[in-house]
């Protein structure tokens, strides 16, 4: 478990894909937590007719599946990276399991939660709360979710989040979860490790 703060995304992406390409059979598993600056990425089959306007906030093609969504201080990123192939995990299994683990989250607090087959990632009420894109190469997978905690949702009005006119998004402040940022992460990554199997996890005290 890696905490990396404050970070430009693009350099990110640029670790995470340089990582994937260098592990090999017995690399440890890593998840980076993460917040960016506002940015839009459009991932691999997205269309930009889904950016309505982006204004100043910079739009980024990457290479996960998914539309466009965004990213900002105040949101949770969770990066995955993981080799699902030594896991035996389906990509359907991995995705649930991820939905799954942000479902006990906010049960945790008293809120009711549910994934989408159809459009991954969760909801409550209809609002989506936690957005899911992965890439797969060679068995191993990065980038993940993102979880929205407490920062302004309004660049999300300037897209279709997830390529879905329309849709509503929501926070963990606005559905009363007043906890800091920090601890949700922790207590996030306690559920991953329970819905992915790990019996144990490590936070390392260094940066990637």
Request: glycine share 10%; with cysteine; proline share 6%.
């Amino acid at each position: 478990m890696r905490q990396l703060g404050l970070l430009d995304y693009v350099a990110v992406w640029q670790q995470m894909q340089a990582f994937t390409q260098q592990r090999v059979a017995d690399t440890p598993d890593e998840i980076w937590l993460v917040q960016h600056p506002p940015v839009f990425t459009l991932g691999r089959n997205g269309k930009m007719a889904h950016v309505l306007a982006p204004g100043d906030i910079p739009v980024i093609p990457i290479d996960r599946g998914g539309q466009v969504t965004y990213h900002g201080p105040g949101q949770l990123v969770v990066y995955l990276l993981l080799d699902i192939r030594r896991k035996a995990l389906g990509v359907r299994e991995l995705v649930t399991a991820i939905e799954q683990a942000v479902i006990d989250l906010l049960a945790h607090y008293g809120i009711t939660a549910l994934g989408d087959r159809e459009a991954p990632g969760v909801y409550v009420a209809g609002r989506k709360v936690a957005a899911l894109g992965l890439r797969i190469s060679k068995g191993c997978t990065y980038h993940g979710l993102s979880l929205n905690v407490a920062m302004d949702l309004e660049p999300f009005q300037r897209i279709n989040p997830c390529g879905y006119a329309g849709l509503q998004v929501t926070q963990c402040e606005d559905l009363g979860i007043e906890q800091p940022l920090a601890t949700l992460a922790h207590e996030l990554c306690e559920c991953l490790a329970q819905r992915l199997d790990y019996p144990a996890l490590i936070w390392a005290q260094d940066q990637t």
